[in-house]
């Protein structure tokens, strides 16, 4: 991959799983606005000249390396774990199958384990259907969907994420590039009336502010490098690490170089749901240094458990 | 009306790979075989399970994961394909099963009274998660008594361990409850592996047995630890070391299953039966039945 062959990411789009902007927009004033960000965000889309959406969904865990969603009609009904009373998700998507095959190679190329999944039936997960299904509804332009691995960190996700720069390059395509997750993913734990939802807690509200701040500015690389205190004070345990903004940053470009727009932010059953849109654009924003080594390569963990034990 | 009882607890673990290594005709893949100290295991049980008499089957899983409350099947039948989000190459099972609404209802009021949080799960378009289908489908090959699932409520990672075994010794006796009036015989199921941690590759031949092997020595040292304490009966204090081998073996066990179960069973002090024991691409599993019984009681393993 040269470094002049550089991949063109027409915006990326951060928004949440949850099925309400899907199945109840009018439930509660604040999944309506969330369901007209998304209506917003799928009228950029048509209006773009994108040749791809590409979905890396915080809600499909993988362990065997990285699925790459290939089946070129996916069809089904999906059906929420917690929100199935809301209704049914009944979908037909079109992948692009081209891109996932090559996504493949590269990710291997890039010392990663991945595969592409190619089966009738296959559980496409909750926060995938509720972005596709509202986003590219008519399957106007082919899609991919991408795993979040359940053990993998840091360079691994951001290896992912250049993986699919060299991807996009390799078969110069326009891409918009979708992350689906919560901001404090914490919801509450009863059932409770949409009208009243709200963000879980205070602290939760805090840092979701302070994060869209920082979006807003178009701090994507600050971002993926507070990933871990972002982890760490308001995402429940679930997964090793709070890992969009690594990817986003990773699949985008490093850098703070962005026309960063909220559309929408609410809770959604306690989560902070917000629906961001981020333009790659010139000059420079951010006032943090960072010694996290940049990494093109995954070579394996670090295996701490075998070094320094007696011989 | 005679009281209800609970006539069997069994600790079956799903990995999909048992089933396809099974070769059944409701599963797509084919397969050359593999993991056959769990499949002869498995059949050993379900063996057992035949000469038992109960009317249904109430199995915990971790793999229908719920945040808000406990959820309950809720619809007398579902038919459909259960393809495994992580092995979908392995498992495409299509299934057709009964459910036994009545019990699942009595348990969930008895939950509720307790105070615990609960749902109905009534949408006909449902997928029944793949730990159901596989450990239902290795106990009961026939499929031929209608079952119950209840979904597990992600108290450890929202609360502790702890929590989680509060909560879910709770759910367990309030299950115990409404079996008890419902007059019915019941086998339980938790539907999980102990130590959990994959391998990240898989094989080229996924049943290459000689790639086959726990994912590190501490894990399973970890494991025979409680499968020791389940031998000597010693439920109590499987459940009091829970929290610490959850975390270090980062076990499957956090989903509650077994917890729900020993709960349920009032923390037997009798000895497990063993049915085998061995490591599913890296993770620990043993099949285990706690049969209340002193007559029909065995020392298999
Ligand atoms: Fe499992």
């Not at chain 1, 002049?4 to 799983?17: A, K, Q, R, S």
């Not at chain 1, 969904?57 to 699925?67: E, V």
């Not at chain 2, 992580?86 to 009964?98: A, G, I, T």
């Not at chain 2, 049943?207 to 499968?227: A, F, G, P």
Request: proline fraction near 5%; aromatic fraction near 10%.
């Amino acid at each position: 991959m040269s470094e002049t062959n550089e991949p063109e990411i027409l915006f990326g789009i951060y928004c949440p799983p949850h099925p309400q902007p899907l199945l109840s927009p009018e439930a509660s004033e604040g999944y309506s606005k969330l369901r007209a960000a998304y209506d917003e965000c799928r009228k950029r889309i048509e209006e773009s000249e994108a040749d791809i959406i590409l979905v890396y969904s915080t809600t499909w865990p993988s362990i065997i390396g990285h699925q790459i969603q290939a089946l070129e009609k996916a069809i089904w009904t999906h059906v929420d774990d917690d929100f199935h009373y809301l209704g049914s998700m009944p979908y037909e998507f079109h992948m692009d199958t081209e891109f996932a095959h090559s996504m493949k190679e590269n990710c291997e190329k890039r010392g990663l384990e991945a595969r592409t999944v190619e089966y009738e039936g296959f559980p496409i997960d909750t926060g995938s259907v509720v972005a596709l299904q509202l986003l590219n509804p008519d399957n106007r332009i082919p899609s991919c969907i991408l795993s979040s691995n359940m053990y993998s960190n840091r360079s691994e996700t951001i290896v992912l994420g250049k993986a699919v720069r060299d991807t996009l390059a390799q078969q110069n395509k326009k891409a918009v590039v979708v992350v689906v997750s919560s901001l404090s993913n914490r919801m509450f734990t009863e059932h409770i009336d949409p009208k009243e939802d709200r963000i879980h807690s205070q602290k939760d509200d805090d840092w979701n502010r302070k994060i869209l701040e920082f979006f807003d500015d178009g701090r994507l690389e600050d971002l993926s490098q507070l990933s871990r205190d972002i982890h760490g004070q308001i995402r429940v345990q679930k997964v090793v690490a709070y890992k969009p903004a690594w990817w986003l940053a990773a699949t985008m470009g490093q850098h703070n170089n962005y026309d960063g727009e909220v559309l929408a932010y609410e809770a959604l059953h306690g989560s902070g749901g917000a629906v961001i849109t981020l333009t790659p654009s010139t000059g420079s924003v951010g006032d943090k240094e960072f010694d996290e080594d940049d990494v093109e390569f995954y070579r394996g963990d670090r295996n701490v458990l075998d070094k320094g034990t007696l011989e | 009306m005679a009281k209800g009882q609970i006539v069997a607890g069994c600790l079956a673990p799903h990995p999909p790979h048992l089933v396809y290594a099974d070769n059944p005709p409701q599963n797509e893949a084919y397969s050359e075989g593999g993991w056959e100290t769990l499949r002869w295991g498995y059949q050993r049980l379900a063996r057992k399970l035949k000469n038992i008499d109960y009317d249904a089957i109430v199995i915990f899983t971790p793999h229908w994961q719920t945040y808000i409350g406990t959820h309950f099947l809720g619809l007398p039948e579902f038919k459909s394909k259960s393809v495994d989000p992580v092995f979908p190459n392995l498992f495409r099972y299509n299934y057709d099963l009964q459910v036994d609404v009545e019990l699942s209802e009595a348990m969930r009021d008895a939950a509720s009274q307790e105070g615990i949080i609960t749902k109905m799960m009534t949408n006909p378009d449902f997928r029944v998660d793949y730990g159901t289908i596989t450990s239902c489908h290795l106990l009961n090959p026939e499929w031929d008594k209608p079952i119950v699932t209840i979904s597990s409520n992600r108290n450890t990672h929202y609360y502790s361990p702890e929590v989680m075994i509060e909560q879910a010794t709770a759910l367990g006796r309030a299950c115990a409850k409404a079996i008890e009036e419902s007059g019915k015989r019941v086998v339980l199921v938790a539907s999980h592996s102990l130590s959990h941690r994959h391998f990240v590759e898989e094989a080229p031949l996924p049943e290459d047995m000689s790639k086959e092997h726990i994912y590190n020595h501490s894990q399973y040292v970890w494991d025979m630890k409680i499968v020791e304490m389940m031998r000597d009966g010693k439920s109590r204090e499987v459940i009091d070391i829970m929290p610490e081998f959850t975390e270090q073996t980062i076990a499957e066990t956090e989903g509650g299953g077994l917890i729900w179960m020993l709960g349920a069973m009032g923390f037997p002090d009798f000895p497990a039966e063993i049915y085998g024991y061995q490591s599913v691409i890296g993770t620990g599993n043993v099949i285990a039945c706690w049969d209340p019984n002193d007559d029909t009681r065995e020392y298999v393993l």
